[in-house]
């Protein structure tokens, strides 16, 4: 029988050498062409470019590295699905392998069709990659950027990570020169569903060197009625005094409130700007230059941002079990971050197969618990919904769901009180529970309580706490009510 098997492998191999040389051969190219283009997006993003048309070459560059990056390792998780279908050890090293049969073997069961999506792949990363040389040379010309040694991942933790371009062009319009004798000072309008990063981006805004070097005063205005006003940064500049006001709204602006505030803002310096955020399509009417608009990501985009976070400067294909189980749950959130930072602080504190296998079964039994949330052919914002969201519990028998029915923000840090919510301003406290204890039997409370769902571990350092309530199955329940 083994040697039956190894003959019918053999054919099996000698059938498709032919086919799969050239599909391997697109696959070492794309590499290459990756590499290139992540060493090209890493230059030029460290250095203070202000051409709106490098900008959007930089833009293009980096969504065909996104993509590319997606394409390749969608190949090598079907290397490893296949390879562990057909009961070979992939091991610790998993590159696309020229000496691996079953590696080589499995690719192509993609079908002709993945074949001319890593065709289109190249083409587009070639294409974008034509003008380069050119790119090169005007983006060293611009001067570097001064970043604190924790940029990086501060970018990575707030959801700054794509957001490049948006973040250059909203700094250059603070620095558009305004007429001295002009007492309208400039308005930009940010629009965008919740939780898609609108104060993420105005808040890296506010924090950065350069802004603060040019603004004398930086504060924030919450709430449809502007009551929320803090002040964040003040320099004591006394000559400049130029202000930067950014106004938060959850919904429409109150017509009347607006002009009064527009009125008031006449005796604020020549130069100073105002950032106006929200969801209403209605604030565009009150800008004075087109609206920015911020989307969720793509699935390349949001796969890249998921497997870096993950796997930090790993390779993702030396842990071929892991980036298998991790391209899956990718997809299950659909770009969501509001999972997503759930899901992150689960899975990085337990860098196991098995369980991130665990924690994935139920990620996808809370989509079927709640499918309103993370449905891109129908977003909705879960919160302003008259239901709760259920989260599944590992040990169902005995605590059925996590029940949520809100969520806020706290924070210890004071410079940072206008991020939080109402709900959240008189309570700072961190919760000794965590919604991982709960989903996985560690922790069993009775009644409602709150719960930690994730931490940021760097400034503002804030808490996302979520309101809950435990349900027990129906079965449990009328078994307690007999009893």
Same mark, same amino acid.
């Given at each position: 029988?083994?040697?039956?098997?190894?003959?019918?492998?053999?054919?099996?191999?000698?059938?498709?050498?032919?086919?799969?040389?050239?599909?391997?051969?697109?696959?070492?190219?794309?590499?290459?062409?990756?590499?290139?283009?992540?060493?090209?997006?890493?230059?030029?993003?460290?250095?203070?470019?202000?051409?709106?048309?490098?900008?959007?070459?930089?833009?293009?560059?980096?969504?065909?590295?996104?993509?590319?990056?997606?394409?390749?390792?969608?190949?090598?998780?079907?290397?490893?699905?296949?390879?562990?279908?057909?009961?070979?050890?992939?091991?610790?090293?998993?590159?696309?392998?020229?000496?691996?049969?079953?590696?080589?073997? %499995?690719?192509?069961?993609?079908?002709?069709?993945?074949?001319?999506?890593?065709?289109?792949?190249?083409?587009?990363?070639?294409?974008?990659?034509?003008?380069?040389?050119?790119?090169?040379?005007?983006?060293?010309? %611009?001067?570097?950027?001064?970043?604190?040694?924790?940029?990086?991942?501060?970018?990575?933790?707030?959801?700054?990570?794509?957001?490049?371009?948006?973040?250059?062009?909203?700094?250059?319009?603070?620095?558009?020169?305004?007429?001295?004798?002009?007492?309208?000072?400039?308005?930009?309008?940010?629009?965008?569903?919740?939780?898609?990063?609108?104060?993420?981006?105005?808040?890296?805004?506010?924090?950065?060197?350069?802004?603060?070097?040019?603004?004398?005063?930086?504060?924030?205005?919450?709430?449809?009625?502007?009551?929320?006003?803090?002040?964040?940064?003040?320099?004591?500049?006394?000559?400049?005094?130029?202000?930067?006001?950014?106004?938060?709204?959850?919904?429409?602006?109150?017509?009347?409130?607006?002009?009064?505030?527009?009125?008031?803002?006449?005796?604020?310096?020549?130069?100073?700007?105002?950032?106006?955020?929200?969801?209403?399509?209605?604030?565009?009417?009150?800008?004075?230059?087109?609206?920015?608009?911020?989307?969720?990501?793509?699935?390349?985009?949001?796969?890249?941002?998921?497997?870096?976070?993950?796997?930090?400067?790993?390779?993702?294909?030396?842990?071929?079990?892991?980036?298998?189980?991790?391209?899956?749950?990718?997809?299950?959130?659909?770009?969501?971050?509001?999972?997503?930072?759930?899901?992150?602080?689960?899975?990085?504190?337990?860098?196991?197969?098995?369980?991130?296998?665990?924690?994935?079964?139920?990620?996808?039994?809370?989509?079927?618990?709640?499918?309103?949330?993370?449905?891109?052919?129908?977003?909705?914002?879960?919160?302003?919904?008259?239901?709760?969201?259920?989260?599944?519990?590992?040990?169902?028998?005995?605590?059925?769901?996590?029940?949520?029915?809100?969520?806020?923000?706290?924070?210890?840090?004071?410079?940072?009180?206008?991020?939080?919510?109402?709900?959240?301003?008189?309570?700072?406290?961190?919760?000794?529970?965590?919604?991982?204890?709960?989903?996985?039997?560690?922790?069993?409370?009775?009644?409602?309580?709150?719960?930690?769902?994730?931490?940021?571990?760097?400034?503002?350092?804030?808490?996302?706490?979520?309101?809950?309530?435990?349900?027990?199955?129906?079965?449990?329940?009328?078994?307690?009510?007999?009893?």
């Amino acid at each position: 029988m083994a040697e039956l098997a190894n003959r019918s492998i053999s054919f099996l191999i000698n059938k498709w050498s032919k086919q799969m040389k050239p599909t391997n051969e697109m696959l070492d190219s794309l590499q290459q062409l990756l590499r290139r283009a992540g060493a090209i997006v890493e230059e030029a993003e460290g250095r203070y470019i202000t051409n709106q048309a490098m900008l959007q070459q930089l833009s293009i560059l980096r969504k065909e590295l996104y993509k590319g990056y997606y394409t390749l390792d969608t190949f090598r998780c079907r290397v490893h699905a296949g390879s562990m279908a057909q009961g070979y050890d992939v091991g610790h090293s998993f590159a696309i392998s020229r000496f691996n049969p079953a590696k080589r073997l %499995y690719i192509s069961s993609g079908g002709r069709e993945s074949v001319k999506d890593l065709t289109r792949i190249l083409k587009s990363l070639e294409s974008a990659l034509q003008y380069a040389a050119e790119f090169i040379i005007l983006s060293g010309r %611009y001067p570097r950027l001064a970043r604190q040694p924790y940029s990086i991942h501060l970018l990575l933790d707030n959801c700054m990570f794509g957001r490049q371009m948006e973040m250059e062009l909203v700094i250059n319009f603070l620095f558009q020169a305004q007429d001295p004798d002009d007492k309208n000072h400039g308005i930009l309008p940010i629009i965008g569903p919740r939780k898609v990063g609108k104060s993420t981006l105005v808040e890296h805004v506010s924090i950065d060197e350069r802004v603060r070097s040019y603004f004398s005063q930086i504060m924030f205005l919450s709430g449809d009625d502007f009551k929320g006003e803090h002040i964040v940064y003040d320099n004591g500049d006394l000559i400049r005094r130029r202000v930067l006001a950014i106004v938060e709204l959850d919904g429409d602006i109150n017509e009347d409130l607006w002009k009064r505030f527009l009125s008031a803002s006449r005796s604020l310096p020549p130069g100073s700007k105002f950032i106006v955020t929200s969801r209403s399509e209605n604030i565009i009417n009150y800008g004075t230059t087109p609206p920015l608009r911020l989307e969720f990501f793509t699935p390349e985009v949001f796969w890249y941002f998921f497997k870096v976070r993950m796997f930090g400067s790993m390779d993702v294909m030396e842990h071929p079990k892991l980036s298998l189980l991790a391209m899956d749950m990718a997809k299950e959130l659909n770009a969501c971050f509001m999972c997503f930072n759930v899901m992150n602080e689960i899975l990085k504190s337990n860098v196991d197969a098995h369980f991130w296998s665990l924690t994935l079964a139920i990620c996808r039994h809370f989509k079927q618990k709640n499918p309103f949330v993370c449905d891109p052919t129908n977003p909705v914002d879960a919160w302003e919904l008259n239901r709760p969201i259920l989260i599944p519990t590992k040990d169902r028998t005995s605590l059925g769901y996590i029940s949520i029915t809100d969520m806020y923000q706290t924070s210890s840090n004071q410079c940072v009180e206008h991020w939080l919510e109402a709900s959240a301003r008189s309570d700072t406290t961190t919760p000794k529970i965590t919604l991982k204890d709960l989903m996985f039997g560690r922790a069993k409370p009775k009644g409602k309580f709150i719960a930690l769902a994730w931490k940021s571990h760097i400034p503002p350092q804030y808490n996302c706490v979520f309101k809950c309530e435990l349900r027990m199955p129906q079965k449990a329940a009328s078994r307690k009510k007999r009893n």
